[in-house]
């Protein structure tokens, strides 16, 4: 008998007897495991999942946990700011014997099924993690329109363009003054509405800023 069973968005054809390379389980070294998502069952007869097969499953035994053949990356960017950049990573796997094919019954085994190691239940995240908190506090000095119908050139300031500047008005930002009073917990906050975490520190938009109003005095 053999079957085609799915793990790690896989699938595989096995026999008992096989040893197969699977996605990392939470799973250590001399454990039985259980793959419950069965799509076929061959021999004397065929069976068809829709998509699973009712009640079918294939045994394991968890022999080590290995790594994939090395994998080069490699990304250069032709840019403003040119980049490149090689990476390597060899996926980890683990190495299983396959030792018994269930036609029925599978559900009822009580043995460990066979989970990714990065696979955590909806449920469990929500009860380990507490409920995130919005980042930093929204400036007190945010405005419907700009003063006077008249807003600040915001391009001015390096690292805003026009699709930027858009995003600032839409966010109620159209003077100096207003980048140049934002406080660390302001910054955070506008940070994340821009999407460009970390900018606004990292090109120095409060000093400029400031500097960009006293030359408007």
Avoid at 60 to 87: L, P, Q, Y
Avoid at 151 to 180: R, T, W
């Amino acid at each position: 008998m053999f079957a085609v069973m799915k793990t790690g968005g896989k699938q595989y054809k096995v026999q008992s007897g096989d040893m197969l390379r699977v996605e990392k389980l939470a799973a250590d070294a001399g454990e039985k495991v259980q793959f419950n998502e069965i799509l076929m069952l061959g021999g004397d007869s065929v069976t068809v999942g829709a998509p699973f097969v009712a009640g079918a499953a294939v045994q394991a035994e968890v022999v080590d946990t290995v790594k994939a053949d090395k994998v080069i990356t490699f990304h250069k960017r032709r840019r403003k700011h040119s980049s490149k950049r090689t990476r390597g990573h060899r996926q980890q796997l683990t190495l299983v014997r396959v030792t018994e094919i269930l036609a029925s019954g599978g559900d009822a085994t009580g043995v460990k099924a066979a989970i990714g190691a990065g696979s955590v239940s909806a449920a469990a995240v929500a009860a380990a993690a507490p409920a995130a908190a919005a980042p930093g506090t929204k400036p007190a000095n945010l405005l419907t329109e700009a003063r006077g119908g008249q807003p600040d050139d915001l391009k001015k300031i390096s690292g805003v363009g026009p699709k930027l500047e858009g995003l600032l008005h839409k966010n109620g930002v159209y003077h100096f003054d207003q980048i140049a009073a934002w406080n660390a917990d302001e910054v955070a906050y506008m940070d994340e509405q821009l999407s460009f975490k970390g900018r606004i520190d990292r090109e120095n938009w409060i000093e400029q800023a400031t500097k960009l109003a006293a030359e408007q005095e």
